[in-house]
Structure formats: C-alpha cells, structure tokens
C-alpha cells in the first residue's frame, strides 16, 4: 500500500500558561526554561510513544486545544505557547518543522481533560 495515507492524533499537556508570550511582560528568556525542556521532552517522548520514529509526514497540522476553562485564550497565543513541544515531536519523528505548513488551529473546552490533539497524516 506505498502511499497510503493515516491520520494519527499525538495527545499532548495543556501548554503551562508561563509558556505564553502574552503572559511573559518583560520577563527574561531563562525565567521559563525549565517549561520549555519539559515542554520539548513530553512532546519527544509522546512521540516516540505513539511509534512515530522516522514516520514520514504529509506536510501541515491540525492542532485542537481543549482548554481546561472559558478563559479567553488567542489562537496565536495558544500555539506559541506549543512551540517547544512542537520541536520535541518532529525531533522524535526526524523531520524539520518547517513542514508543518498549513497549521490549521480550533479550540474548545473540556474542563475535565484539558489537553492539546495534534493530528498529522503518515505515509506508510
């Protein structure tokens, strides 16, 4: 089946608000550096999890945000915040980010699992 093409779903944290460029007002890179090593070791090793090493991706994203509140939360904002996690997964796959393009973005809100859905498509 060369060619055929998969959607799986890697099932990440809610970004920590600290990772958030609208909440950082002023504060240096390093105030927030133990966040982003573990934002980039949970998205590698949830990938590796999920069996994705050196999967080749359809290039873009969807990325669903299932906020733990109806707090209002800027998409862009939201998405930066998952720019560590993000580089942690395709080094888990292999790949460049670069890639990820189009990203398709959406949120909700599930106030008993909040969590971030990625979904990419697998050539297999």
Do not use: C
């Not at 990440?12 to 390093?30: Q, T, V």
């Not at 994203?61 to 996690?85: E, I, S, T, W």
């Not at 980010?97 to 990625?118: A, G, H, Q, Y």
């Amino acid at each position: 089946m060369d060619g055929w093409k998969m959607s799986t779903i890697i099932i990440l944290p809610f970004p920590d608000s600290k990772l958030m460029p609208n909440r950082k007002n002023g504060r240096s890179w390093a105030s927030t550096a133990k966040e982003k090593k573990s934002s980039k070791d949970e998205g590698y090793y949830i990938t590796l999890l999920a069996g994705l090493k050196g999967a080749k991706i359809k290039p873009g994203m969807k990325v669903m945000f299932y906020q733990p509140d109806n707090r209002k939360r800027d998409l862009d904002n939201l998405y930066a915040a998952m720019k560590h996690a993000q580089d942690g997964m395709m080094m888990a796959i292999g790949m460049d980010d670069s890639i990820l393009r189009p990203v398709v973005l959406d949120k909700t809100v599930d106030r008993n699992n909040p969590r971030v859905e990625i979904t990419l498509e697998i050539e297999q």
